[in-house]
């Protein structure tokens, strides 16, 4: 594998499941991103992560709970979802938060689809 | 704090034409710059970036951009349009130094008419 895996790549769940969603990169970077793509609207930034650590949480409700257990690898943890949460949730990685232009790479995303 | 302006959320032009994307942004600092490109149902992918090297900066696909800091503007622009250009693009903006995450533009749809 290369660049930024995600899995699954569509879900369907129902507002009382529980689910999560995984990224991994196999790009030796040490920051990683989670965003929400709304159809009609920008990318909404959720979660940052910097050498294991949350730096950003951009006021995502709490039955979103990322997690981070390396520089590799990032889940987004779902429960009791509701129906505006539909989205492409898409996963993303930068060398670190640091100086330099740090671009990010992405994943292809989940779409997810909330019953 | 900064912020990226994309004018027109959808741009249509016909197969060999001219492809021009406007992007202006503003930043306190002088910024790094990036276009990223999503063709349906697959994530963003880094056209181009610049990084203060050179003003006009060529990305993938035929595509470059210009930094003009006296308009405070990045446009894209392709010379050809070709079919497969057809996705959504989008500008972003990074302030250069300290720990800073980049803001996105809206996107802008690109359509290409055969």
């Known amino acids: 594998e290369t660049g930024v895996t995600q899995t699954p790549r569509h879900l369907v769940m129902g507002m009382t499941n529980k689910k999560s969603l995984k990224c991994e990169q196999h790009?030796?970077?040490?920051?990683m991103y989670w965003y929400k793509q709304s159809a009609k609207k920008p990318l909404e930034l959720m979660f940052v992560?910097?050498?294991?650590?949350?730096?950003e949480n951009n006021s995502v409700p709490s039955r979103f709970s990322p997690e981070c257990p390396n520089s590799s690898h990032l889940f987004l943890h779902l429960h009791t979802l509701q129906p505006e949460d539909s989205a492409l949730y898409l996963c993303?990685?930068?060398?670190?938060?640091?100086?330099?232009?740090?671009?990010?790479?992405f994943g292809p995303g989940t779409r997810l689809t909330v019953t | 704090a900064q912020s990226v302006t994309q004018l027109g959320s959808h741009v249509s032009v016909s197969e060999g034409a001219l492809v021009l994307l406007r992007c202006n942004y503003s930043?306190?600092?002088?910024?790094?710059l990036f276009w990223y490109v999503q063709y349906p149902n697959q994530g963003l992918q880094l056209l181009l970036k610049?990084?203060?090297?050179?003003?006009l900066v060529k990305g993938i696909n035929g595509f470059e951009a210009e930094f003009k800091k006296s308009e405070t503007s990045f446009h894209l622009t392709k010379p050809s349009a070709h079919m497969s250009d057809a996705a959504e693009y989008f500008c972003?903006?990074?302030?250069?130094?300290?720990?800073?995450?980049?803001?996105f533009g809206r996107g802008t749809s690109l359509i290409v008419h055969p």
């Open positions: 993303a990685s930068s060398q670190d938060l640091a100086g330099g232009p740090n671009e990010q790479y």
């Open positions: 790009l030796g970077h040490n920051a």
């Open positions: 610049y990084t203060s090297a050179a003003t």
């Open positions: 972003a903006v990074r302030p250069s130094g300290g720990s800073y995450i980049p803001t």
């Open positions: 992560y910097n050498f294991k650590e949350q730096t």
């Open positions: 930043s306190s600092v002088p910024p790094y």
